[in-house]
């Protein structure tokens, strides 16, 4: 881990400029978040929900204290020691604990999150990425904890904090992070399975026909669905307030989708091949005929929420006329995802080579680790279920909406738990001492 920050702190203090180039504007909002006129659009009082506001937030408390440099660099920096920490803390691989160093596989998991380079680009930027991928990974442990101490003891207080505390953890990660909002369904879901955890596969139908178990059940979905709605309320509220509808994610979501999914996407990058990028020429020419067709559709003055319905209704019109280039985008946009290499021409073939090599390996390994995780089943599903879970829901919201390799980074720590777990594979093949279950 202490490489891990000094490898940031390096690039921070050679690229410091990275640190205030405002992409999504998230530092324009902190600001007015830090000078009292509240999460308005950058250098206004005009409310927007463009943007998620978890980060933005976050930074704005910074900012009343420090610049917008330390603010960022700070954030991110705790953020990634944090998830080193919970991730250490989640591997289910840990031998001994000691006051001087870990010596156990869990270290490997903090090895692949320190030096994963998709994350340490984006660790020096002022981007979600890093506050995204401490509370994704802190999801999968809240989850974790719900199965585990379901099964291990009967104290129902302390089940009902495990199961209040996953809700929370799940809204606050939709904050952050839209494309988790999905999740809400899945943490209510882990809720009512967990009632029925200590069951035998026999008794579970049985117990389910019970009304006792299923009353409980269904009052560990309320609990779970307490706690995320203690943090969407606030932010739906407001948004109904300022908008008049109470919007759960953000404003974003049209374009994003009317990225993805328009015929000049298909022809010019979908069309072309996995490693092609979209040309930019030809991007802001396709910018300005959307702007063209929301001028002529929507009542003057727009606003977030028209354009956002407009550009959402445009994608789904063109997806519902074309379902077959639907289908090859959904492939293309996994090929993004998981891509092993950075995109475009630009790009230095040892930068290339380099990251084909490391990710090569990762995937390599994480693949025996979530064979290892099915066909141990019984002590894996504690913590390989929510994981599961993870890359499911992450995959399926960009299957169809705007992706790149950054939008993987939040599953960084639970790729590294994987890693983790083909090293018990190894150590049994040699003939070592098996790692213990925590």
């Known amino acids: 881990m202490l490489l891990g920050v000094a490898a940031r702190i390096v690039l921070m203090v050679t690229f410091p400029e990275e640190l205030i180039v405002d992409r999504d504007a998230y530092i324009g909002v902190a600001k007015g978040v830090a000078e009292g006129d509240g999460f308005c659009s950058p250098g206004s009082t005009a409310p927007t929900a463009y943007r998620p506001p978890a980060y933005p937030v976050l930074l704005g408390v910074m900012l009343i204290a420090v610049p917008p440099v330390w603010a960022v660099a700070t954030v991110n920096i705790a953020c990634f020691m944090l998830t080193c920490w919970v991730t250490a803390r989640l591997s289910p691989l840990r031998l001994t604990w000691s006051c001087l160093e870990w010596r156990t596989t869990s270290a490997i998991a903090v090895w692949v999150v320190s030096f994963d380079l998709v994350h340490i680009y984006y660790s020096v930027q002022p981007m979600t990425e890093t506050l995204a991928t401490l509370l994704a990974v802190s999801w999968v442990a809240s989850a974790s904890g719900v199965l585990r101490e379901r099964a291990a003891s009967d104290k129902a207080g302390i089940y009902t904090l495990y199961l209040f505390w996953l809700g929370a953890v799940t809204g606050i990660l939709s904050l952050c992070r839209p494309s988790f909002l999905p999740l809400v369904l899945v943490a209510a879901g882990f809720g009512f399975v967990s009632t029925y955890q200590t069951d035998a596969i026999k008794q579970k139908l049985a117990s389910i026909l019970r009304r006792d178990r299923f009353v409980q059940a269904i009052r560990n979905i309320v609990v779970v669905l307490l706690g995320a709605t203690i943090f969407l309320a606030p932010w739906a509220v407001r948004n109904w307030y300022s908008f008049g509808t109470p919007i759960l994610s953000t404003t974003h979501g049209g374009y994003t989708l009317l990225l993805a999914n328009n015929p000049v996407f298909q022809k010019e990058v979908v069309d072309r091949g996995w490693n092609n990028v979209w040309q930019q020429q030809s991007f802001s020419d396709w910018q300005e005929q959307v702007e063209a067709k929301l001028a002529e559709t929507l009542p003057q003055p727009q606003t977030e929420v028209s354009r956002d319905r407009a550009m959402n209704k445009m994608a789904i ?98 790729i590294g738990l994987l890693v983790a777990n083909a090293a018990r594979v190894t150590a049994e093949a040699w003939g070592g001492e098996a790692p213990l279950d925590d």
């Open 317 to 414: 019109e063109w997806m519902s006329a074309h379902p077959s280039d639907v289908a090859k985008g959904v492939l293309f946009r996994w090929a993004q995802f998981w891509s092993m290499v950075p995109q475009g021409a630009e790009r230095s073939d040892v930068a290339k080579w380099a990251c084909f090599f490391w990710y090569a390996l990762i995937w390599g390994l994480a693949t025996i680790g979530v064979i290892r995780a099915i066909e141990d089943w019984p002590q894996r599903k504690t913590w390989f279920a929510p994981t599961a879970c993870l890359f499911l829901v992450l995959m399926g919201t960009h299957a169809f909406y705007w992706t790149n390799a950054r939008m993987r980074a939040p599953l960084t720590p639970v």
